[in-house]
């Protein structure tokens, strides 16, 4: 697939795919051994195109940094955002060692003492009641459905177009990205509403003289529904096209307990001080019926992600909603409360904010240098940059957005594109001022270099 303009966008709204031109020169000047390992590994992996054929194949990784197995290291700003507390971080090994060596597996029916920490740990830390555990943050969102569903005893939901919840048949109904949605049976019941992106706004409005009209789609498409709807589900911040404005979310819960509906929120990818807070929705002062919470939470190593709920919303003990075989896995356990104190203890939260912060103020002067960058926005260490073509039309600078990629690959720097367009952000918490300075300049410089092939 070649670009197509704006039509081709639709199908990169969650990362950069495999099937471009672009991919296609990175790999033509790949070492050789590389190029060998990677034609094995797409003739055995059935392919898709977030993923097979793939971009590299790595060797090591450890704090902010992955190394492909020709010896060249990048700072890892997308690392799935797993990488919270840095690759192959020892406290967390620690954990699983020692966790394996006493009760490496928890049999169906029974419990353990690390299981229960980890339950009452994040029930502390989210303000929510109880929980379950799942392998993946797919899995995870399927049980949130389930409750909700069977706490309202309706089976509609609301949710953003270009949202990402799960790549499975439940998480890609709700979600709102062609690339997951095509081709395939989805749910029915699943309404969708635009999102509240300020900077490309579906209403024509101007924050903050817009009355919150993505809000208020959402009350409206309720109450069209006659009652059926049982949950709004959505990411705090989309990662990044789109940070709420602060009452936007106070408008979504508003709207929510007036009709009697669950509100869902997804913070797999953000939670655990991503944002500079412990999870993103208390930017907004808010509390969610249901959060979902995952990957950042197996330490980047082992997958492990939760549903956790308000007490009053536990209900389904007549069903199981969540019978997964690795339910209360207890070196998942161990693996998770290892990132959270960790994440405690060396105050990663903090350190989010402070990076972030700086991080932002830097992108703002960058924005105000290049005739390519649209836009900067976000909170923490959760960063996007919006390359366009035209300030006035915004049109998406999609190929060049790709080139600044793969140029900034050559300098020892990977990031994932969002919307095709965005530059999305996302390193490690543990990420000094140095390190950041450092990706900061190699984005500059690679922005720079193709405004001049550009022009």
Same mark, same amino acid.
């Given at each position: 697939?070649?670009?197509?303009?704006?039509?081709?966008?639709?199908?990169?709204?969650?990362?950069?795919?495999?099937?471009?031109?672009?991919?296609?020169?990175?790999?033509?000047?790949?070492?050789?051994?590389?190029?060998?390992?990677?034609?094995?590994?797409?003739k055995?992996?059935?392919?898709?195109?977030l993923?097979?054929?793939?971009?590299?194949?790595?060797?090591?990784?450890?704090?902010?940094?992955?190394?492909?197995i020709a010896?060249?290291?990048y700072m890892?700003?997308?690392?799935?955002?797993?990488h919270?507390?840095?690759f192959?971080?020892?406290?967390?090994?620690q954990?699983?060692k020692e966790?394996?060596?006493?009760?490496?597996?928890c049999?169906?029916r029974?419990?353990n003492?690390?299981?229960?920490?980890l339950?009452?740990?994040l029930?502390?830390i989210?303000?929510?009641?109880?929980?379950l555990?799942?392998?993946?943050?797919?899995?995870?969102?399927?049980?949130?459905?389930?409750?909700?569903?069977?706490y309202?005893?309706?089976?509609?939901?609301?949710s953003w177009w270009?949202?990402?919840?799960g790549a499975?048949?439940?998480?890609?109904?709700?979600?709102?990205e062609?690339i997951?949605?095509?081709?395939i049976s989805?749910?029915?019941?699943?309404?969708?509403v635009?999102?509240?992106?300020?900077y490309?706004?579906?209403?024509g409005?101007?924050?903050?003289?817009?009355?919150?009209?993505?809000?208020?789609?959402?009350?409206? *498409? /309720?109450e =069209?529904?006659? +009652?059926?709807v049982?949950?709004? @589900?959505?990411? $705090?911040?989309?990662?990044?096209?789109?940070?709420?404005p602060?009452?936007?979310?106070?408008?979504?819960r508003?709207?929510?307990d007036?009709?009697?509906?669950?509100?869902i929120?997804?913070?797999?990818?953000?939670?655990?001080?991503r944002?500079g807070?412990?999870?993103t929705?208390?930017?907004?002062?808010?509390?969610?019926?249901?959060? *979902? /919470?995952? =990957?950042?939470? +197996?330490g980047?190593?082992?997958? @492990?992600a939760? $549903?956790v709920?308000?007490?009053?919303?536990?209900?389904?003990?007549h069903?199981?909603?969540?019978?997964?075989t690795?339910e209360k896995n207890?070196v998942?356990?161990?693996?998770?409360?290892?990132?959270?104190?960790?994440?405690?203890?060396?105050?990663?939260?903090?350190?989010?904010a402070?990076q972030?912060e700086?991080?932002?103020?830097?992108?703002?002067?960058?924005?105000?240098?290049?005739?390519?960058i649209?836009d900067?926005r976000?909170?923490?260490?959760?960063?996007?940059?919006?390359?366009?073509k035209?300030?006035k039309?915004?049109t998406?600078?999609?190929?060049?957005?790709?080139?600044v990629m793969?140029?900034c690959?050559?300098?020892?720097l990977?990031f994932?594109?969002?919307?095709?367009?965005?530059l999305?952000?996302?390193?490690?918490?543990?990420?000094t001022?140095?390190?950041?300075?450092k990706?900061?300049d190699?984005?500059?410089?690679s922005?720079?270099?193709?405004?001049?092939q550009?022009?």
């Amino acid at each position: 697939m070649e670009h197509e303009g704006e039509s081709y966008y639709k199908f990169l709204s969650e990362g950069d795919v495999s099937i471009s031109r672009r991919r296609k020169e990175w790999w033509s000047k790949l070492p050789e051994e590389t190029k060998k390992l990677l034609e094995e590994d797409a003739k055995y992996f059935l392919h898709q195109a977030l993923s097979t054929p793939c971009l590299d194949v790595l060797a090591e990784c450890e704090g902010i940094y992955i190394t492909n197995i020709a010896g060249k290291k990048y700072m890892d700003f997308h690392g799935n955002n797993v990488h919270h507390v840095g690759f192959r971080n020892s406290k967390v090994i620690q954990a699983i060692k020692e966790q394996m060596e006493k009760l490496p597996f928890c049999t169906r029916r029974y419990t353990n003492v690390v299981a229960i920490r980890l339950a009452k740990k994040l029930a502390e830390i989210t303000g929510l009641g109880k929980c379950l555990f799942a392998p993946s943050g797919n899995d995870a969102m399927e049980i949130a459905l389930k409750l909700a569903m069977g706490y309202t005893k309706r089976f509609k939901t609301v949710s953003w177009w270009d949202s990402f919840h799960g790549a499975g048949f439940g998480p890609a109904s709700i979600g709102g990205e062609a690339i997951f949605r095509g081709e395939i049976s989805l749910l029915p019941g699943t309404n969708h509403v635009p999102p509240p992106d300020c900077y490309r706004c579906v209403y024509g409005h101007s924050y903050p003289d817009c009355n919150l009209e993505c809000a208020q789609m959402i009350r409206y *498409v /309720i109450e =069209k529904e006659g +009652g059926d709807v049982a949950a709004v @589900i959505s990411e $705090t911040i989309r990662s990044t096209p789109y940070v709420p404005p602060y009452e936007y979310w106070k408008e979504v819960r508003k709207i929510c307990d007036e009709n009697n509906v669950v509100l869902i929120i997804d913070e797999i990818p953000h939670c655990l001080g991503r944002t500079g807070k412990m999870f993103t929705f208390q930017h907004y002062d808010i509390l969610p019926d249901i959060l *979902v /919470i995952g =990957k950042s939470l +197996g330490g980047g190593i082992v997958p @492990i992600a939760a $549903t956790v709920a308000k007490r009053e919303m536990d209900v389904m003990g007549h069903r199981a909603i969540g019978h997964y075989t690795h339910e209360k896995n207890p070196v998942l356990c161990a693996a998770a409360l290892a990132t959270i104190q960790y994440i405690e203890e060396n105050k990663l939260v903090e350190n989010a904010a402070i990076q972030g912060e700086y991080a932002l103020k830097r992108l703002n002067e960058m924005k105000d240098e290049h005739k390519l960058i649209g836009d900067v926005r976000g909170k923490g260490l959760l960063l996007g940059i919006e390359l366009v073509k035209d300030h006035k039309k915004k049109t998406r600078a999609i190929d060049e957005a790709e080139a600044v990629m793969y140029r900034c690959l050559e300098k020892g720097l990977s990031f994932k594109l969002t919307m095709g367009n965005i530059l999305t952000l996302t390193p490690p918490l543990t990420i000094t001022r140095e390190e950041m300075d450092k990706a900061l300049d190699i984005i500059d410089e690679s922005i720079h270099e193709i405004e001049q092939q550009t022009t």
